[in-house]
């Protein structure tokens, strides 16, 4: 429901005060981007292979640029500056999920705490909205006329987080007991640190949230026609908590960082006459 009222504030303020914002010399841009999200948190050991591999999902965003080289209002090119031709302003909604697991070589022995660790499963949901700056190092009226087909670029920005993680275990409530197949006597559900309220930061929360993310990523435009191109993207999103996927784990050495994710997406652009 969150979500939705976002969704609509973004689109009434794109689209209701248009004419408005086109008085103020630029135009506007419309797409959608989607594709695979590795996110990397206190499942599994960092710099693991198996780790980056297995804990991906997916994402989707509704994306929203600012033009500074065309105006709306006269279907015309703005004054010539180098803002103008070389830097965009994107706005976007993003929705990403990631199943969590364990990995490495923890997980992988035939002990208790191995058990633990296979058991455990972790949700990740993300909600992002947020604002970047975009530079193109070519000419943006240059690849608007078709001048050339391809046009790379980076972007730095921030976006305000809404995250809702799960945990839960194959053995049981994560706060739960159950008999140990190695020795016959009870033992947590969960592997030592990572039960509730462990540790310094605790150990695992999976009640909802908000923070930051500092966002930065490279990608490419492709010109498909006069009016859309296609997007690649590859992003980077640092949140400013640890909490994002429900386990805080401290100290450990898998706890050396704040969560993050890298996206890779693909998209489609539509620009708005």
């Known amino acids: 429901m969150k979500a939705r009222y ?3 504030a973004i689109l009434s303020i794109c689209f209701a005060q248009q004419e408005l914002k086109a008085q103020l010399g630029f135009s506007h841009e419309v797409g959608v981007i989607t594709g695979p999200v590795a996110f990397q948190s206190d499942f599994g050991l960092r710099n693991n ?5 297995g804990n991906v ?6 994306v929203h640029y600012l033009n500074f080289a065309y105006r709306a209002d006269c279907n015309c090119y703005s004054k010539d500056t180098y ?6 302003v994107r706005n976007e909604i993003d929705y990403h999920v990631t199943n969590l697991d364990h990995f490495g070589e923890e997980s992988e022995d035939n002990d208790l705490g191995g058990l633990q660790l296979r058991s455990h499963k972790g949700k990740a949901q993300v ?3 947020g604002t970047q700056l975009e530079y193109f190092p070519m000419s943006i009226r240059d690849f608007t006329a078709g001048a050339y087909r391809v046009a790379p670029y980076v972007s730095l920005g921030v976006h305000f987080v809404s995250y809702n993680p799960e945990a839960t275990s194959d053995l049981g409530p994560i706060d739960g007991q159950f008999i ?7 033992a947590p559900t969960i592997f030592s640190g990572f039960l509730p309220g462990e540790g310094k930061n605790g150990g695992i929360d999976d009640s909802p949230g908000s923070t930051w993310a500092i966002t930065w990523s490279a990608g490419a435009r492709y010109k498909l026609s006069p009016l859309s191109d296609l997007v690649l993207d590859a992003r980077w999103h640092y949140y400013t908590s640890n909490w994002v996927d429900g386990l805080n ?3 450990r050495p898998v706890n050396r960082a704040n969560d993050w994710i890298f996206w890779l997406n693909f998209g489609y652009i539509y620009y708005l006459e």
């Open 83 to 88: 803002f103008n031709d070389h830097f965009k």
């Open 249 to 251: 784990p401290d100290p």
């Open 180 to 186: 140990n197949p190695f020795t016959g006597e009870l």
């Open 49 to 53: 292979f198996d780790t980056n591999s």
């Open 57 to 62: 999902g997916f994402g989707i965003g509704i």
């Open 127 to 129: 909600f992002e909205i």
């Open 6 to 8: 976002l969704l609509l």
